[in-house]
């Protein structure tokens, strides 16, 4: 069956503008779709990036507090803590620190080899450091001799 006039005003008939109305919302729905799964991606970078920050600050933010002090505070007495010149009380807050700040006992670590205390010889003699006999029979490590030197 041929189109007939009557067929083509009938598919004229649509309502001008219409198609386009049409096309405008599927656009709009895949539009909406398109934000939806933006929002998503989005929200789940964010996400990420929340958990990562929160991993990378308990793990290495310069101001972690841990054992009730932050590491710049640790830093601070950081030479004193090698030194043994700190209270009992501030050696005990910076044990707890350095225990669960990685980045502050490699400081100190690194502290401990580099700044070694200079501690007269005759000083070490005159205070021994340990009870164990053992113990004087190897060299004494840096700490050592900061512990010695604070008796
Ligand atoms: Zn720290």
Same mark, same amino acid.
């Not at 580099?114 to 490590?141: C, H, M, Y």
């Given at each position: 069956?041929?189109?007939?006039k ?6 004229a008939?649509?309502q001008?503008?219409?198609?386009? #109305?049409l $096309?405008n919302?599927?656009?709009s729905?895949?539009r909406?779709? /398109? =934000?939806r ?6 929200t789940?970078?964010?996400?990420f990036?929340?958990?990562g920050?929160?991993?990378?600050g ?6 972690s507090?841990?054992?009730?002090m932050?590491?710049a ?6 030479? #004193?803590? $090698? ?9 005990? /807050? =910076?044990d707890a620190h ?8 490699t ?7 580099n700044?070694g205390?200079s ?8 205070k021994?450091t ?9 060299p004494?490590?840096?700490f ?6 604070s008796y």
């Amino acid at each position: 069956m041929k189109p007939t006039k009557n067929d083509q005003s009938e598919w004229a008939a649509c309502q001008p503008g219409e198609v386009d #109305q049409l $096309v405008n919302r599927m656009r709009s729905t895949s539009r909406r779709q /398109q =934000v939806r799964e933006l929002a998503i991606i989005t929200t789940a970078s964010l996400l990420f990036v929340a958990a990562g920050l929160t991993w990378y600050g308990v793990g290495s933010r310069s101001n972690s507090e841990f054992g009730g002090m932050v590491c710049a505070e640790v830093m601070e007495v950081a030479r #004193q803590y $090698v030194l043994n010149d700190l209270t009992a009380e501030q050696t005990k /807050q =910076v044990d707890a620190h350095l225990a669960h700040c990685k980045d502050c006992a490699t400081k100190i670590e690194n502290m401990r080899q580099n700044e070694g205390p200079s501690i007269p010889e005759e000083v070490l003699r005159e205070k021994p450091t340990f009870d164990n006999p053992l113990a004087d029979q190897r060299p004494l490590e840096p700490f050592e001799i900061a512990l010695a030197a604070s008796y």
